[in-house]
């Protein structure tokens, strides 16, 4: 069984930052990919920033240049450093992975709670 747990989200005014954080709790899986994904009422839950065990990165084009997404493979955690923050930044943040379980080989997805962001002008 895995757990996600995120943290870090929260109020600020435009032109701030934010870190947020998220970990991947259980055993028996290796981490292939973590990101990070928004959601805003009556929109599809969109990419935001994600990041494979090998290193690469994907970015949405609205946040490059202002978001970074970092891991730290052996505690299974990843971060987003949100600077610049923007109104249009305000959304839902849900934590994803995507695991290989070491019994059977198999992959999953997952997500995590949703962390609330909150850019004000």
């Known amino acids: 069984q895995v757990q996600l747990v995120e943290s870090g989200g929260g109020l600020v005014q435009a032109g701030g930052s934010l870190r947020l954080s998220c970990a991947a709790s259980g055993s028996g899986f290796s981490v292939n990919r973590m990101g990070w994904y928004c959601q805003v009422p009556g929109k599809q839950r969109e990419l935001v920033a994600t990041?494979?065990?090998?290193?690469?990165?994907d970015y949405a084009d609205s946040v490059k240049g202002r978001f970074t997404i970092s891991r730290d493979n052996a505690k299974n955690t990843v971060h987003l450093q949100m600077n610049s923050l923007k109104p249009e930044d305000t959304g839902v943040y849900y934590c994803?992975?995507?695991?290989?379980?070491?019994?059977?080989?198999?992959?999953?997805?997952?997500w995590g709670q949703g962390t609330q962001v909150t850019v004000s002008s």
């Open positions: 990041l494979t065990n090998s290193g690469t990165t």
């Open positions: 994803y992975a995507r695991l290989t379980w070491a019994l059977g080989g198999g992959s999953t997805g997952h």
